[in-house]
């Protein structure tokens, strides 16, 4: 059955296609050419669709280059980049959380990354308020078997602000490959897709409004975690001084 929903992104996906020169003619010369070039729809409007790894609507910027971790900071021995990746690697029972952050601080935006988690537990970190690189409160699109499609907080609650039944999980998750999440958080209202399904949609004024974006290795468990395709949409500049300066309590 062909759902309003799938209709809606055939539809931005011709649009798209052709405003991007792609003619969508449905004869057989032009197909194979047209599907090749395909948007993939992530997200619940034309914001959340990505072609090649890059979202097709304007205003949209690389937080992740591919070379190098510019932009970023965290503690060294922790985190590399690896065909065009930023990637986490945690020894098996290290006591510490490893916490890569962002140099700069956001507020309300449209997010696009690619994540692959082979091992324990990580998470996309946003609208956070590092003290270590150990100790990060804040919030967490979660990673790991049985938090894939949350919201956990860090700390303060240290709680799944929007949970996912596992089951359901299981049915869209890549295992030990590349997933990804399109999260768009506007006030205190944060919705997170996973591989192009809602896991979340929710209305928390408990949690930070503005804050550094990161990525987490958890403690206790060996993991390899990766991120690529990382893009962001501003709806909002940052609330001035909730930018942490970097922690000067480095964890070995």
């Known amino acids: 059955m062909i759902t309003d929903k799938l209709c809606k992104s055939v539809v931005w996906g011709l649009l798209i ?3 991007a ?3 969508a003619s449905p004869r057989r010369t032009q197909e194979s050419s047209a599907t090749k070039n395909l948007a993939i729809q992530y997200g619940d409007s034309p914001c959340g669709m990505v072609m090649h790894g890059k979202p097709v609507t304007r205003g949209w910027k690389s937080l992740i280059d591919g070379k190098t971790l510019n932009g970023w900071q965290g503690e060294k021995g922790y985190w590399d ?3 065009e990746a930023i990637v986490g690697t945690s020894p098996p029972s290290t006591p510490h959380h490893h916490y ?4 700069k601080d956001y507020s309300d935006f449209e997010l696009h990354v690619d994540v692959k988690l082979v091992g324990y537990n990580s998470g996309v970190c946003i609208r956070i308020s590092p003290e270590t690189y150990d100790s990060v409160p804040g919030y967490q699109v979660d990673m790991g078997d049985g938090y894939w499609g949350c919201l956990w907080e860090e700390h303060k609650r240290a709680k799944k602000v929007i949970d996912y039944p596992k089951e359901k999980v299981d049915t869209i998750l890549h295992r030990d490959d590349w997933n990804h999440y399109y999260v768009r958080a506007i006030g205190h209202h944060i919705t997170i897709f996973l591989n192009g399904v809602q896991t979340g949609d929710v209305e928390d004024p408990e949690g930070l409004s503005s804050g550094p974006l990161g990525f ?3 403690h206790g468990g060996n993991e390899v975690a990766s991120f690529k395709n990382m893009y962001i949409k501003l709806l909002k500049p ?3 001084g909730t930018a942490p300066a970097p922690p000067e309590v480095v964890v070995q």
């Open 216 to 218: 987490q290795l958890c």
């Open 238 to 240: 940052a609330t001035k």
């Open 21 to 23: 020169g792609v003619n």
């Open 100 to 103: 890569l952050l962002s140099k």
């Open 17 to 19: 296609l052709a405003a």
């Open 81 to 83: 980049v690896k065909e």
